[in-house]
């Protein structure tokens, strides 16, 4: 006997147990846990049983069976896991099982119907694709935090301006206003200025213009960064008397010093003379943004190559002047607002605390205010945002038009496999398990699309960033990232969710579609009303979309319309920028800039060559100068204006054909310091208004002056800041000084070139430019080539990328709709067979039948319009910022836009219609 009860083969009661245990394992952990005890109690009572019979007494057989048996809880745990674990294997088994043959019949069925399958998946991956590449650019610009630690303490420190002259403007703090700020404030833990610029290296005699920060040593604790080698910029090496020091960036240290560390230490060759390199920073490490007015704006980004310290002097001298950006970290608990009253109140004592800087009536006149601000909300502006939310719902639309696509297409094909549906409930199939069979389906096809979608989205996120604007912030950091694929997957799961489920809806067996037998069975009232709903659906999205894209291409044909005042054609642009070690002085200056001019003019093809301080479009107007008049000072009552004013040299204004009443300055001019200068008519009409301009007397420096420019000519009308701003106030300084020889109001250090050629491309004079420039003098840099046409695009480019993507979308919207209306019109002329049939065999003809498909389209056509222009007018107004020239309900535009979807119904009917009116009606009634 042994020593534990055995298995005994005795009784009905025991048999019935096995047979339990061995061929209907339970289906939870709860029921495997009575069952065993029920197991082992059974073992326990028949072996007392056993004893018993044996001649025991029940009382020594329960002890002798428990002695036996050992630790009844441990073989409990023990025969609850084994049956737990083989459980566990069962239905693991049982599931791939079921897997793969919903997944082989989903297939097989896909692959039955190769019309649906492709259409389907086409839609939804067009819908997914669109969705994700406009989701990536969204999350990385928009929803992603700035690359800092704790990003969200960052604020900036600005000041909002309306300046006569210039309008609304948004200035930097002045050194002044930076030492008011840093010594009064309670809620920064720390606080700094920056401001960008171009620096010119010349290491291993390799001329390279770079971007250069001007930091405060506190800028690089405000942002929480690290060095990678050596160290950075400290309090010592911000004080007016410490020499240069400067900190690389990783990628300019990897890039020109292929991440030689022994470069610390040994000098940094540069226009400003050497300066010596004491560390490299993190990887990464950029500004915020690029600042309120850069001065090279080619070079100018979010992106930093040389750290330089600003080396302010907290004794002065101060003037009116804002080119930095103050940014601070909030201390902990610490709001925006809060910092915004604190330093409020130092704002509020400017007049009194630099009474030399701030006037009363200087704050008063130009609405001089202070601006505190979450550092994201100020990188990213109010408009771009909202216009990057604004595509995202664009392509949302498209991805609704697709998804109502396929749902129309998915009820045809559920009506078209109603008698299959119906023979397998007939036959035992309850409804999860033909949900099963139809959800296996959707998932097969929306996940695969998803697949395909994001892989297109990622290979259209190439072609977007080609397009974009360079000005973005952030754009670069774009990429197909996880968020991106998780947003595309949890589509297209729920899509596949929605899709699968809907035979869920029916219940019992479809007695009408046993009964249709071969006929298929027809459609009813309800089912007709959903799809027309969703080609309406389809048709009012497809219109709010075409409406949206309608306006932004007015707009951009309007702007496209606008006469700057110049002509850019034929004309090359770039950068010369002087290093300041060799060229310290403007007769120097002035020199090299006369023979380059001479010497480009000289080139086979050229026809004029002038050059400018601010290029037009690009960098005029990203600061101003106060204009005083001659003999006549401003009343009290009158605001002084402060104007985009630039040095040009002869030649600027042929190069650019710019019509000139009067004359434009020569280098006699300049030459001779005649203080020649042309200013723009908008100028002249403010400050002479219903007067000559020309003779009149200017200057920056104040109406007790006593040297003035004299206005020697007035260009036509000009818009040299932007083509959808109002004109252009401006003075163009003759580049000559006005106090003394060596002035440097406007230096001549960095000018932009143009040069305009008859019959060549602009682009191929740059070889023969850069070897002129190259012999004139090695360490002079030839900066960012390009074309004044491409310079004109760029200060589109905004308006351009959205009405290129809003195109696309609309077009994708209209194509998805005619295939609806394609799909749903060929189904009813199915489902109508007989009716046209009866119609034909009465005598009606083939125009009356196409007319009677065709009235169908129109119908659904008129309620998709009707909807669609509802949306159109809410959409329109959300673009109205974004429009020039156009109102938001331009009735050409809607006219246009209802005139295309009327036509693209009618064209996605008209085969349907045709094949209605080819059907033989003995064939058709024989069929019914």
Not at 697 to 724: C, I, Q
Request: proline share 6%; net charge positive; charged share 20%.
């Amino acid at each position: 006997m042994s020593d534990t009860p055995s298995h005994h083969d005795g009784g009905e009661a025991g048999g019935t147990r096995r047979r339990k245990r061995l061929f209907s394992l339970p289906a939870s952990r709860a029921r495997i846990d009575d069952e065993v005890r029920d197991e082992l109690q059974f073992h326990i009572e028949e072996r007392v049983e056993q004893f018993v019979a044996e001649g025991m007494t029940r009382a020594d057989a329960e002890r002798e069976v428990t002695r036996r048996f050992g630790d009844y809880e441990q073989h409990r745990i023990q025969t609850k896991r084994i049956d737990e674990d083989t459980l566990q294997i069962r239905r693991r088994s049982e599931r791939l099982h079921h897997l793969r043959r919903e997944v082989g019949l989903a297939l097989r069925s896909l692959r039955r119907s190769p019309g649906f399958t492709i259409v389907a998946f086409t839609t939804l991956m067009i819908g997914i694709a669109a969705t994700t590449g406009i989701f990536s650019i969204l999350d990385a610009v928009v929803l992603r935090p700035l690359p800092y630690p704790n990003s969200g303490e960052l604020v900036s420190v600005l000041h909002p301006a309306t300046v006569p002259g210039s309008g609304e403007r948004v200035w930097g703090i002045s050194p002044a206003g930076y030492f008011e700020f840093a010594k009064g404030n309670r809620s920064f833990s720390s606080f700094g200025v920056f401001r960008s610029s171009g620096l010119t290296v010349t290491n291993n005699d390799q001329a390279e213009r770079t971007r250069l920060s001007l930091v405060t040593a506190s800028v690089f604790t405000v942002l929480a960064a690290r060095p990678h080698i050596g160290r950075l910029l400290t309090a010592d090496d911000d004080r007016p008397e410490s020499p240069p020091v400067a900190v690389l960036s990783h990628e300019f240290f990897e890039r020109r010093f292929g991440g030689d560390a022994s470069i610390l230490g040994r000098n940094l060759e540069t226009n400003l003379g050497p300066i010596e390199i004491v560390g490299v920073a993190e990887p990464g490490l950029a500004l915020p943004m690029p600042g309120p007015s850069p001065t090279a704006a080619s070079l100018n980004g979010f992106g930093v190559d040389v750290w330089l310290a600003m080396r302010l002097n907290p004794s002065g001298p101060f003037y009116n002047e804002h080119p930095n950006v103050g940014i601070g970290r909030l201390k902990p608990g610490t709001s925006v607002a809060e910092a915004q009253t604190d330093l409020g109140l130092a704002f509020s004592r400017f007049a009194e605390t630099l009474p030399t800087v701030y006037s009363r009536k200087f704050v008063t006149n130009y609405n001089f205010r202070l601006k505190v601000e979450a550092m994201q909300q100020t990188v990213l502006g109010p408009r771009l945002p909202r216009t990057l939310w604004m595509l995202f719902g664009a392509v949302l639309l498209v991805l609704g038009i697709a998804t109502m696509n396929v749902a129309n297409l998915y009820l045809v094909r559920l009506d078209v496999r109603r008698r299959e549906s119906a023979v397998r409930t007939a036959l035992g199939a309850d409804r999860v398990h033909i949900a099963a069979h139809h959800l296996a389906e959707t998932l097969l096809l929306c996940l695969g699309a998803a697949a395909a979608g994001i892989t297109l989205a990622a290979v259209a996120l190439h072609v977007l960033l080609a397009i974009a604007p360079t000005d973005i912030p952030r754009l670069a950091s774009v990429t197909l990232n996880a968020r991106a694929i998780v947003l595309a997957l949890l589509i297209s799961t729920l899509l596949a969710l929605i899709l699968g489920l809907l035979p869920l809806l029916r219940r019992g067996i479809d007695m009408e579609a046993l009964r249709a037998g071969t006929r298929g069975p027809s459609a009813s009232p309800r089912q007709r009303a959903v799809r027309n709903t969703l080609v309406v659906g389809q048709l009012a999205m497809a219109l709010t979309l075409l409406a949206a894209a309608g306006l932004m291409l007015r707009s951009f044909d309007q702007l496209r319309r606008v006469r700057p005042g110049f002509n850019t054609s034929g004309v090359l642009a770039f950068d010369i920028n002087l290093p300041f070690n060799e060229f310290g002085t403007r007769s120097l200056a002035l020199a090299f800039h006369q023979e380059l001019q001479r010497q480009l003019r000289e080139l086979r093809g050229v026809q004029d060559v002038g050059s400018v301080g601010s290029l037009p479009l690009e960098a005029l107007g990203t600061g101003c100068f106060l204009v005083f008049r001659e003999g006549r000072p401003y009343g009290p009552d009158e605001q002084t204006p402060c104007v985009p004013s630039t040095s040009a040299t002869p030649g600027l204004f042929a190069a650019l054909r710019v019509p000139v009443r009067g004359r434009v300055p020569t280098w006699g001019d300049v030459n001779g310091r005649t203080h020649a200068v042309v200013i723009t008519k908008a100028l002249a009409d403010r400050l002479w208004p219903n007067e000559e301009a020309i003779g009149r007397g200017l200057s920056p420096n104040g109406s007790t002056s006593t040297h003035w420019y004299r206005v020697v000519g007035v260009t036509d009308e000009f818009k040299g800041e932007a083509l959808d701003a109002p004109e252009t106030e401006a003075v163009f300084y003759a580049a000559s000084g006005l106090r003394d020889p060596e002035d440097g109001n406007f230096p001549l250090n960095e000018h932009s070139y143009l040069v305009r050629t008859d019959s060549l491309a602009p682009l191929s004079l740059l070889s023969a430019v850069r070897e002129i420039v190259a012999r004139l003098n090695p360490r002079v840099p030839v900066v960012a080539p390009r074309t004044m046409d491409t310079v004109m695009q760029r200060s589109m480019a905004r308006t351009t990328f959205l009405m290129v993507l809003l195109a696309v979308a609309a077009s994708v919207a209209l194509l998805l709709s005619a295939v609806g209306i394609y799909g749903v019109i060929s189904y009813l002329v199915t489902q109508r067979r007989a009716e046209i049939g009866i119609r034909m065999a009465l005598g009606a003809s083939v125009s009356q039948i196409m007319r009677l498909v065709l009235m169908q389209s129109v119908r659904l056509a008129i309620i998709g319009v009707a909807v669609g222009l509802m949306g159109a007018f809410a959409v329109s107004r959300l673009i109205q910022a974004t429009l020039f020239g156009v109102s938001p309900n331009d009735p050409l535009v809607l006219i246009l836009v209802v005139v295309v979807l009327f036509a693209a119904t009618v064209v996605a009917s008209i085969a349907p219609a045709r094949r209605a009116a080819q059907v033989e009606p003995s064939e058709a009634m024989r069929a019914d």
